[in-house]
């Protein structure tokens, strides 16, 4: 491997802090106006957009060269002994693959929000908001070390936190904000301390990736898995896995400019990006990357069944990132760690592109998020319609779009790897997700207007961004082409990942790739059958259905497992412990100090005679004393 030193790393990872700052400072100087509110908009998107040119130079000079890593030290962070921890950044091929979506399609979003949340009463607010989590997602990705790593990753869960409950008038979005906290916390927590175990096994000759990458063949194997488990235990939570992924339907009642950069470019790819950045380690345990990639087929299955019976454009979306972020998963636990990514890749555009369709038809029409209360869209909102087209095929899985090469790529690699049951699983998810994909574009776009609302127009800043989305949601797969299409998959040979070597023949790959399109086609056939001429919401149906309309009430078991018993023992503890027994303590510990005080009192009570007495009885004392020493002498 090559290192190279950039400055350009320290500057990509200061333009979007530095917007924050400068953005915040203004918001809480100055009285809002609507030619400062311009200033806010070309200030929130200059910062992302030059960051983003900057990542692609980086890009650009890592395809060059031949295994190149660059890397800056800004400072030491942390100095004890020979042990030094500085706030390094390094980008290898998976960190510029990673730097080029997080920088590009964060741009494309921070533009598309200025005109989606023009008129907000914070629009300099939200924008500081905006670019401080896409700064804090850079500095995840960026980081030389798992330290600075964490770093990055719990200030991705500050800024989600602030950004989700951005409508905090409203009750239900203050806890829907602190829902995603607190189940993240209880992953971090798992994450936190597999970092510290791992610390504690090869930290004392450095702690960078690489000198971790060194030493964890030392290690005792049975150790090596429970680290890989607990910071597994983070990603469950970043990337709303089982269980930990009931945060994030809630999470769209932020704004959706918000949800395309969680879902797009952000939070929940964190968790996947984090599996393949430990990759050597992950190699060494196979049984627990088995683990994970059972985690993501049992959550890719689960979410898109939740999709299938939602009625909410975003729910729809925020399953369909959950069910897609499963098959990454598979993907990285089988050891298809470049799969993985690529399916992370293409995923970026098509699901930002989701999102931000999905938000143009929500202004149009006024806020409305009940895909049965729309319909006959593409007579209106031709632009809209064509883009979301685009983003249906791309994560359904039809040829030639990304999600076909991505998607069928962890398919193919989970077949070859003889998970049959896992690779099973992906393919009925596959047959879901474009069965609930195309529900949605039916519903919306194709069958008859449900009511006759005229949609309003839209700011160019929020159309112009779903062409240049739609144009990566068609072409990205090709970075990817296998060698059963002609290709040499460039992007695997690119990232030069640890994947775990499989034969499959072009023969075999081109008929697994035929079956995974017939089955998404059947998926698209029926969606069209029942929701393209006369689309109606369920309500009356049979009790299995219920419970999936209603996500089996997993919210409402953890509620009756987890919080109810934690809010009564809380309730316990502060009537008991913290009322009782504390206050008690120190009730007791300031009765002894009020007599105390009450018997000093007494000697200072401002009489002169007795200050008189208390002089005559200190000389007594004093001159005993000095009698008894000389009578010794």
């Known amino acids: 491997m090559t290192l ?23 918001h809480l100087t100055f009285p809002r106006t609507r030619r400062l509110d311009t200033f806010y908009a070309a200030l929130g998107v200059a910062g992302p957009v030059v960051a ?16 190149v890593t660059f890397r800056q030290t800004l400072f030491t962070w942390l100095s ?31 533009i598309y929000a200025v005109g989606y949340m023009r ?36 200030l991705v869960g500050l800024a989600s936190y602030l950004l989700i409950g951005w409508y905090y008038e409203d009750p239900a979005n203050v806890k829907a904000a602190n829902k995603a906290f607190i189940l993240n916390r209880i992953g971090d927590f798992g994450f936190i ?46 990337s709303a896995q089982i269980p930990l992924y009931v945060w994030l339907p809630d999470a769209m009642a932020g704004p959706t400019p918000v949800s395309a950069l969680i879902h797009a470019a952000t939070m929940v790819t964190a968790g996947v990006y984090m599996v393949a950045r430990f990759s050597f380690l992950y190699e060494s345990v196979p049984d627990v990357g ?150 949605l574009f039916f519903v919306v776009f194709v069958a008859p207007p449900r009511e006759k609302a005229e ?19 068609a072409v990205a797969g090709f970075f990817g082409l296998p060698e059963a299409y ?20 072009s023969g075999e790959e081109f008929l697994l790739d035929m079956l995974n399109l017939l089955v998404a086609s059947a998926g698209i056939y029926v969606a069209y059958r029942l929701f393209a001429r006369s689309p109606r919401e369920a309500h009356d149906a049979a009790a299995w259905q219920t419970m999936l309309r209603h996500t089996l009430y997993v919210d409402e078991i953890y509620e009756a497992l987890f919080v109810r018993p934690l809010r009564g023992l809380s309730r316990l503890l502060d009537r008991v412990v913290d009322n009782r027994i504390i206050d008690g303590i120190i009730g007791l510990t300031v009765g002894g100090y009020r007599v105390a005080s009450a018997g000093f009192a007494l000697l200072q009570n401002g009489s002169v005679r007795w200050y008189a007495l208390y002089f005559m009885a200190g000389l007594c004392g004093l001159s005993l004393y000095i009698l008894q020493n000389i009578g010794g002498e």
């Not at 190279?4 to 953005?23: E, S």
């Not at 194997?221 to 990603?235: D, H, I, K, N, R």
């Not at 470049?338 to 149009?364: C, D, P, R």
Request: net charge neutral; charged share 10%.
């Open 4 to 26: 190279q030193t950039t400055q350009l790393l320290g500057w990509i990872l200061l333009l979007p802090f530095t917007g924050a700052l400068v953005l915040g400072l203004l």
């Open 193 to 238: 301390s597999g970092l510290g175990l791992l610390f504690a096994l090869v930290g004392e000759g450095g702690f960078s990736f690489a000198d971790i990458a060194a030493h964890i063949g030392s290690v005792d194997p049975a150790m090596t898995a429970l680290v890989g488990l607990l910071l597994f235990v983070g990603a469950m939570g970043k």
């Open 290 to 439: 088995l683990f994970i990639a059972s985690i993501g087929a049992a959550s890719a299955l689960l979410a898109a069944l939740f999709a299938c019976y939602q009625s909410d454009i975003k729910k729809i979306l925020a399953y369909s990132t959950m069910s897609q972020l499963g098959y990454m998963f598979i993907a990285v636990g089988l050891g298809g760690y470049s799969a993985g990514i690529f399916h992370l890749f293409t995923h970026a555009f098509f699901k930002a592109l989701l999102f931000m369709g999905a938000g143009a038809v929500i202004i149009a029409l006024h806020h409305e998020q009940n895909i049965f209360k729309m319909g006959g869209l593409k007579e209106k909102m031709g632009l809209v319609t064509a883009t979301m087209l685009v983003a249906t095929l791309a994560i359904s899985g039809i040829p030639p779009f990304a999600g076909f090469f991505s998607k069928d790529a962890i398919l193919a690699h989970a077949f070859a790897s003889g998970h049959t049951f896992i690779w099973a699983v992906g393919v009925a998810t596959a047959y879901l997700t474009a069965y609930y994909m195309f529900r």
């Open 119 to 154: 008129g907000e009463k914070s629009f300099g607010k939200f924008f500081a908001y905006f670019n401080f989590f896409l700064g804090s997602m850079l500095l995840l990705v960026l980081a030389d070390n798992p330290i600075v790593m964490f770093i990055g990753w719990e």
């Open 486 to 505: 002609g290709g040499q998959n460039w992007f695997a040979g690119f990232l030069h990942l640890p994947d775990r070597a499989l034969h499959l023949g």
């Open 52 to 67: 983003a040119a900057l990542g692609l130079k980086v890009l650009y000079a890592v395809a060059s060269g031949a295994d």
């Open 80 to 110: 004890v002994g020979d042990l030094k921890i500085g706030l390094t950044l390094s980008a290898d091929a998976l960190g510029a693959v990673m730097l080029f979506i997080v920088t590009f399609v964060g741009s494309v979003i921070h």
């Open 455 to 473: 949609p309003a127009p839209l700011d160019r800043t929020v159309t112009w961004p779903l062409v240049v989305l739609a144009v990566g949601s």
